[in-house]
């Protein structure tokens, strides 16, 4: 596989296998995951999905996930 960074254009991630939540809506804007060697994850858009996947430990991902759900990105909201 080739190096792995954020914003790697997501086809280079040839054994990366996309999947997204199964409440996930017909219309396509979702967010797609997908488990990478070396304890990653990427990330992309479904409707662009050759366009950049951006990549994240489970560690980094999870305190996010955390984050969001106590309400820690309300500050984002306008």
Same mark, same amino acid.
């Given at each position: 596989m080739d190096e792995v960074r954020n914003g790697i254009p997501a086809p280079r991630l040839r054994d990366a296998v996309?999947? /997204?939540s #199964?409440? #996930? +809506?017909a219309r396509g804007n979702c967010v797609e995951?997908?488990?990478l060697p070396g304890g990653v994850a990427a990330i992309r858009n479904s409707r662009n999905p050759s +366009?950049?996947?951006l990549v994240y430990t489970r560690d980094?991902?999870?305190g996010f996930l955390t984050g969001? /759900?106590?309400g820690e990105s309300e500050e984002l909201q306008s």
């Open positions: 996309w999947r /997204k #199964s409440r #996930s +809506g995951i997908a488990n +366009g950049p996947a980094q991902l999870d969001t /759900k106590h």
